[in-house]
């Protein structure tokens, strides 16, 4: 009963915040080019979802980001992995690394359209590169969390080194490695979104700029918050997953004691 309670206080919140908008926009006589109120960004969104333009877009931008994330996320576990377990690979492509990692990932959005065309793999390749460096940071930092002293006594009860990864450096680096999901799935929806900016023949991002080309305001603030959504489920997908793999975390479980404390208030 508590739990439907903050619920509705929630959304209560979300309603006057719209009324608030709604009002000042109409009693301001804001423009609606410059801020539409909220009523006029709910018709827009209506007009897109019936006549399904904006699902058929949101579906490509979905299949990308998700293509994407698989991509970048793989090989930023096993890069994160060598790099953390090897001492000489670290010293030959750390440089490399930082030298990439310093480098604007939007920037390289349009040479990416260029080498990969404007269709889905220029999307995924430009959606991986932005999610590959959060998860591959936090990999190499979680595997090499393991304390030294269950390593060395691992090895001196004759383990071999995948039983130690697997039964100690593994299992200590998954808060870490969940972590950087939760960060590279978000960003691998941005990373797609810019693709999609800078040329695409479908997805909400190039909606978008069509939207803004042709000067409907309410429509673009629309699609901002299809993604706003979009990227809150995809987050949550990600935070469901981490509460299955993670259970047996403290962290996850003095978080769900403090959700149920807060529940019963």
Not at 33 to 56: C, E, M, N
Not at 122 to 147: D, H, Q
Not at 215 to 230: C, E, K, Q, R, T
Request: proline share 4%.
């Amino acid at each position: 009963m508590s739990g439907a309670r903050n619920a509705m206080l929630r959304l209560c919140l979300i309603a006057l915040s719209l009324a608030l908008w709604e009002a000042a926009v109409r009693l301001l006589a804001v423009p609606v080019y410059v801020l539409p109120p909220p009523s006029g960004i709910f018709t827009a969104l209506y007009r897109g979802i019936v006549s399904t333009v904006y699902v058929q877009n949101l579906w490509v931008t979905l299949y990308e980001t998700i293509l994407g994330f698989i991509a970048g996320a793989s090989l930023a576990f096993l890069l994160g992995t060598v790099v953390a377990l090897s001492r000489r690979t670290e010293y030959f492509l750390y440089p490399y690394i930082i030298m990439f990692q310093s480098l604007p990932k939007v920037a390289l959005a349009p040479l990416i359209v260029v080498w990969f065309g404007l269709g889905l793999t220029s999307k995924v390749v430009n959606a991986a590169l932005i999610a590959f460096f959060p998860l591959m940071v936090n990999t190499i930092v979680g595997l090499r969390s393991a304390e030294e002293d269950r390593v060395n006594l691992m090895r001196s009860l004759d383990a071999r080194e995948w039983q130690i990864f697997w039964m100690l450096r593994l299992p200590g680096a998954l808060p870490f490695i969940m972590a950087g999901l939760e960060v590279a799935m978000i960003f691998a929806l941005i990373g797609a979104i810019v693709a999609e900016f800078v040329g695409s023949q479908a997805g909400l991002g190039m909606l978008v700029q069509t939207l803004n080309f042709n000067g409907d305001v309410a429509g673009a603030f629309s699609i901002l918050l299809m993604l706003s959504v979009l990227g809150l489920l995809l987050n949550q997908i990600i935070v469901v997953v981490r509460r299955r793999v993670l259970f047996w975390d403290a962290s996850e479980k003095t978080a769900a004691n403090d959700a149920s404390k807060g529940a019963a208030l």
